[in-house]
C-alpha cells in the first residue's frame, strides 16, 4: 500500500489521522440521524418540516448509509457555502465492486448534477493532501483502488458548494456509477447504476460564536473541507458506531510576524509563538467537564507514535488538558491541549463570553502547541457529532499554502506565511476554512 506522510501534528492517538477528540458516552443527540430509506427520505424533524422524495427500487450491490446527523450549511472564508458529511459503502453481496463515479443530485430533481466526484477524486494513491481520496479503508485509512472486494465497506467523504443558500435543495440523492452484482443471481460483476441515499439537509440554525483566542496571525490548521487534511476525515467506531466529532474541528496556532511557529530552540515548548495564549469562553455558558494535570509533552514527538508514551494514551486524556463547555440549544464548545495548572474553571461553574479558560499548550495527543477547538451536538468528546459553525468577527488575512505543511517537519520549523503579503479585511458571519490565516479582536 503506498505510504503518504502527514505531518505529526495533523495525526492521532486513535485514528492515526486527526488529534483525536475523547470522553465518555454522550447524552442523546438533538437530531435524529440521517438514515437510509427504501423508497422516501423525511427531512430533520427539528427542523419543522417535512420533504419526501422518491427513490425507484432497485437491488443495490453497494449500500450507501449517511455517518452522523443531516448535514448543516454554513458560510466559509471562501464566500461559499459548504456542505460536508460521511457515506459508509458496504458491499453486500460475494462479488467484487467498485465505484467508478459519484453524481450528488437534486432530490427533487435528480438530472440536476450539484456536484460530481470521479474515479481521480475518489483514489489516487499519488495525491499527498487535497480535495482527493476521498473513498477510504474503515475507519478513515487510505487505500490504492476504488474496489470494494465482497462483504467490506469503505467510508466517502462529501464536500461541495453553493454560491447562496437559495441554490441548496431540501434534499439530495446520490447517483453510484461502478461494477458489481447487477442482482443477487449475478456470480461475476457487471455495470451498476443507480440512484441511492436521500439526505435531507438540516435547517437547524447555525451557531455564530465569539473566537476562541485573540491576536493577529493565527493559522486555522487542520480546517474544513478537504479530506486530505484531519480533522475532516477523522472518522472512528466509538459505541457500535462510525462517528466524527471533529468534522469542523480547528487547531489553532500562531505565527510571529515573520509566519514562523517559534524562534529560538525549537526543543522549548516557551519558544512557540502560541504557548501560553489565553483561551476564550465563545459564549456565555455552563462547564461540563474539565481535565487538568497532564505535564506538557517535548515539542516534535507526537505520544501515539512513541511507544513508551503511546501506551498511557486514554480516551479520556488523549485531548490533555481539556474544558467542556454547554452553550445552550444543544451545542458544546470543546477546548484541549492545555497547559497544566492553567485551567481556571471547574464543573457547574458559568462563563461569559470572551471570560478566560485556560492557557495554550502541548498536552495530551500533540507534537507541538495549538489549542483543538470545536463545536459538537453533546457533551461526549467522542460521540457527539460535529457542528460548523461561524464567527461574530475576525480579519481574513489569506492562506497558508498546503504545500508548507506537507513538507513540514514535526517541529513545523520553517515559514508559513508570507505576511508582507497579507491583507487583513473584516469578515462576520463565516468559518475560516483549512490553513485560512485570520486575526482576532
Known amino acids: 500500500m503506498t505510504t503518504r506522510r502527514v505531518p505529526t501534528l ?19 443527540a438533538t437530531e435524529p ?41 454554513f458560510k466559509g472564508t471562501d464566500g461559499k457555502y459548504h456542505v460536508a458529511y460521511d457515506l459508509q459503502l458496504t458491499n453486500a453481496t460475494k462479488v467484487p465492486a467498485s465505484v467508478d463515479k459519484i453524481d450528488v443530485v437534486d432530490g427533487a430533481d435528480p438530472t440536476t448534477v450539484i456536484a460530481s466526484f470521479s474515479a481521480a477524486e475518489l483514489v ?28 467490506e465497506s469503505r467510508v466517502l467523504f462529501i464536500d461541495y458548494t453553493f454560491d ?73 467506531s466509538v459505541n457500535g458506531k462510525l ?33 501560553g495564549a489565553e483561551i476564550l469562553a465563545v459564549a456565555n455558558a455552563t462547564v461540563v467537564s474539565v481535565l487538568d494535570g497532564m505535564d ?15 501506551s498511557k494514551l486514554t480516551v479520556e486524556n488523549v485531548d490533555g488538558n481539556h474544558v467542556v463547555l454547554d452553550l445552550g440549544g444543544g451545542v458544546y464548545a470543546m477546548y484541549a491541549h492545555m497547559i497544566s495548572g492553567s485551567v481556571t474553571v471547574k464543573p457547574g461553574d458559568k462563563v461569559t463570553e470572551g471570560q478566560v479558560l485556560g492557557k495554550l499548550g502541548n498536552t495530551g ?21 460535529s457542528l460548523p459553525y461561524e464567527l461574530k468577527g475576525f480579519d481574513y488575512a489569506g492562506q497558508v499554502p498546503p504545500q508548507r505543511i506537507a513538507d513540514a517537519d514535526d517541529f513545523l520549523s520553517g515559514t508559513f506565511v508570507d505576511t508582507a503579503d497579507l491583507s487583513p479585511e473584516p469578515r462576520r458571519g463565516e468559518l475560516p ?6 486575526d482576532f479582536p
Open 33 to 73: 440521524a440521517a438514515t437510509e430509506a427504501a423508497n422516501t427520505t423525511t427531512a430533520s424533524p427539528a427542523a419543522g418540516s417535512v420533504a419526501e422524495v422518491t427513490v425507484p427500487d432497485a437491488f443495490t450491490a453497494l449500500t450507501m448509509i449517511p455517518i452522523g446527523n443531516p448535514p448543516l450549511p
Open 365 to 385: 495527543n500533540a507534537n507541538a502547541s495549538h489549542l483543538h477547538f470545536q463545536l459538537m451536538d453533546g457533551p461526549s468528546l467522542l460521540e457527539a457529532d
Open 243 to 275: 462517528n466524527n466529532s471533529q468534522r469542523f474541528a480547528i487547531d489553532w496556532k500562531r505565527t510571529n510576524d515573520q509566519g514562523e511557529f517559534f524562534a529560538g530552540d525549537k526543543n522549548h515548548n516557551e519558544s512557540y509563538v502560541d504557548y
Open 433 to 438: 476554512l483549512n490553513l485560512a490565516v485570520v
Open 124 to 151: 489516487d494513491p499519488d495525491c499527498v493532501f487535497g480535495d482527493c481520496n476521498r473513498l477510504r479503508d474503515l475507519p478513515a485509512g487510505y487505500v490504492d483502488t476504488a474496489q470494494i472486494p465482497p462483504q
Open 164 to 236: 447562496s443558500l437559495d441554490q441548496a435543495p431540501k434534499v439530495v440523492l446520490h447517483h453510484l456509477y461502478g461494477t458489481g452484482a447487477a442482482s443477487p443471481a449475478f456470480g461475476e460483476p457487471g455495470p451498476i447504476d443507480y440512484l441511492t441515499t436521500p439526505v435531507a439537509f438540516s435547517t437547524r440554525t447555525v451557531p455564530v460564536i465569539a473566537p476562541p483566542v485573540r491576536g493577529e496571525n493565527w493559522v486555522a490548521l487542520n480546517g474544513c473541507c478537504e479530506p486530505g487534511f484531519p480533522h475532516r476525515s477523522s472518522v472512528m
Open 10 to 28: 495533523l495525526a492521532s492517538a486513535l485514528t492515526a489521522v486527526a488529534l483525536v477528540a475523547a470522553g465518555c458516552s454522550s447524552d442523546a
Open 296 to 310: 506538557a509533552n517535548a515539542p516534535g514527538v507526537l505520544p501515539a507514535s512513541n511507544p513508551e508514551l503511546a
